[in-house]
């Protein structure tokens, strides 16, 4: 099969990882990248040997023959760009959150609809190796049927937050950046919950939004306590009838089952590209692309398809509701 053409629309922090990610995949060419600040987009350009560059989105989209669209653009400017690929009838695949609230998601995902073309949302901590490796045990039944679980964050070092000053002033902060991965997991890991309960705080003067979050989930039969803040190492604990999973901080991956414990330790793909700082976020895009870029070949469905992150999005905002209403909300 040939090759895809596609463009990026973007050229800031990310694009510096996920443009040499798509590079690691075959069956995709990128032809022309577009972002506002022109000389950084021809930066980028000469950088990833890209061919044309754009200040204008809807110049390129008139000008280029392209098979699907990567939009790795701030979140403010998600809808407006998804809104005119779906006008030129551009397949589209945008980075997480998809949007600054659930009504403009529940918007980006009709017009996309309406127009018949797919749109997918680049959710790549399910394709970490170790948390692909927690969804595979709970399939298999190796802890019998999952009561408890525990996923908790920690946001990383200051110094992350150079790269992504916008953080430090968007009113929204943790529940969409990270929340909208560790709530995508706990659907991944455990199915729809039926209800949240969510509390935060704002801790520090010099970030406008929520930073340190509690989210309570309840699933058919699991109760998920997802926790985000600044000094937590990552770590995912859950407990089954029949034993229990537990991935520390120095990714080491424990199936626990009586007295007997079988660890494995994963550490993350090394690319040339990739900063180990990040640990396994940047190297997993280059699975979560070759999915993508296989769904749009094959028309088969993507795992994260907008329609489903849909529903990631409803639980980002109905958390926000929990904790200014301080009530259990129920999930439809």
């Not at 028309?299 to 904790?323: C, F, H, I, W």
């Amino acid at each position: 099969m040939a090759d895809l053409k596609f463009a990026v629309i973007g050229a800031g922090f990310w694009s510096k990882f996920q443009i040499p990610a798509w590079r690691e995949v075959p069956g995709a060419q990128l032809v022309a990248l577009c972002d506002s600040d022109l000389a950084k987009a021809q930066a980028f350009a000469e950088q990833f040997n890209i061919p044309r560059v754009y200040r204008d989105a809807e110049e390129m989209f008139q000008t280029e023959a392209l098979d699907f669209v990567d939009i790795i653009a701030g979140v403010s400017a998600h809808a407006p760009l998804v809104t005119l690929a779906a006008q030129y009838k551009v397949p589209v695949i945008c980075q997480k959150p998809m949007a600054p609230d659930y009504a403009t998601c529940e918007h980006m995902v009709q017009t996309c609809r309406q127009a018949g073309i797919p749109f997918f949302i680049h959710e790549n901590f399910r394709w970490q190796p170790p948390l692909r490796a927690i969804k595979d045990f709970l399939d298999a039944g190796r802890i019998g049927r999952p009561l408890r679980a525990h996923l908790q964050f920690g946001h990383g070092p200051l110094k992350f937050y150079a790269n992504q000053p916008y953080l430090k002033t968007d009113a929204h902060f943790v529940l969409p950046d990270m929340g909208s991965h560790f709530l995508d997991l706990a659907r991944f890991f455990f199915g729809e919950p039926h209800s949240l309960y969510c509390q935060y705080h704002r801790s520090r003067a010099d970030f406008a939004g929520d930073d340190v979050v509690v989210v309570m989930l309840r699933m058919a039969s699991t109760i998920c306590l997802c926790e985000m803040g600044w000094f937590t190492n990552t770590k995912v604990y859950i407990e089954g009838t029949e034993g229990a999973l537990e991935l520390s901080n120095d990714g080491v991956l424990s199936l626990r089952l009586g007295d007997e414990v079988y660890s494995r330790r994963y550490t993350p793909d090394r690319y040339a590209w990739t900063d180990p700082d990040y640990g396994f976020s940047p190297p997993s895009s280059v699975a979560c692309n070759a999915h993508l870029l296989g769904a749009l070949k094959t028309g088969q469905p993507a795992e994260t398809s907008a329609e489903d992150n849909l529903k990631t999005m409803r639980l980002v905002y109905a958390a926000y509701d929990s904790a200014e209403r301080n009530q259990v909300i129920p999930i439809d």
